[in-house]
């Protein structure tokens, strides 16, 4: 895959099955995505262009396809069953696209397909003003690591894993990073050795995409993401574990502590039958590095006093230990899908990272119009 996070590029049809009681349509495997199509329509072998779940697909492809009415609202490809099995992906003919075509190739900018993102809610700081937002270059956005099924083989038998539950919420990350640049105040303070011997360091917090508060520009008012670093006193927390453990020559970036808010009002019909938001930490990164998934969860639960998302396995990777974990798994005390799980190598390497979404789940959250997937 030139690609891993492609939700468009160029597969091959590895395997066709016959589904039971069907006579016009048979199931296709296309590199490790399940798609039901036309019986005869395709062969084993075939390259064909695969557009993923969520999958934006333009309006006249739609329409000269002739799939618009199977796409969901925001013209997204969904996951369906049809006769007790899932199809995941929308085929589409190599034809669309006028390049030189190879399996794994990714085709996302050729056909202006995209993946969905839901749009940005906009706030402001505690006094009212409205400011332009100062993007601190070291607070990094986590690591978006890929759908297992567009990188088949990624674990084997002698692969030891941690395997944890894939919340459905929104991501969280806050740390403590080396600013941009210093003040004039902070130039002057600093070069008469009045300034705290931290001052090139400053406590930052935000979702995925954005920063939402910073000792350099002010907090929010109100958001869930303040609430949950007032609620865990996560600023308190990484700064008396930074200025114990490190001198500022030592702390490279910075530290960032990733996690997840789920819970009440965070994502439509998907409130895990909490009447709060809750928060859940998963990753660490320190100086540009991810550390091990053991160490991380060591450190969460024990340095930070922190909640960790639920560990469900640790040990050698299998097919049957991960599908385990996934389909017929459902929320405590109900009928609700998990949405999957994130399974990462020992070693903490980002290569050797992946989740793995419940069918079952995106069944549901297309009947029940849940939040986004992310």
Known sequence: MENQNSVCFV???NEIIPIEGADNIELLEVSGWNCVSKKGAHTVGELITVATVDAVIPEDMSERLGVTGYLRKGSRVRTVKLKGVFSECLLIPLSETKLTCYEGKDLQDDLGIFKYEPPVKTVQLESGKKIKIRENSNFHTYYKFPNIKNVKGIFTEEDYVQITRKLHGTNSRYGIVKKNSLTLKDKIMKFFRLADKWVEYEFVYGSHHMQ????????YSTDVWREIADRYKIKQKLWKYIKEWYEPSEAGTGLIIYGEIYGAGIQKNYDYG??????????????NTYLPPSTTEAFIETEFGLPHAEVLYYGKWSQEVQDSFVDNNFIPGTKIPHE??????ESGDRSKVAKVINPSYLI??????????H
Do not use: P, T
């Open 11 to 13: 597969g091959r049809v």
């Open 212 to 219: 939402k508060g910073s000792d350099s520009n002010g907090f």
């Open 274 to 287: 909490l009447k709060q938001i809750e928060f859940a930490a998963f990753d660490i990164e320190a100086d």
């Open 340 to 345: 999957g799980i994130v399974i990462k190598h």
């Open 364 to 373: 549901y959250a297309e009947k029940k119009d849940v939040g986004d997937s």
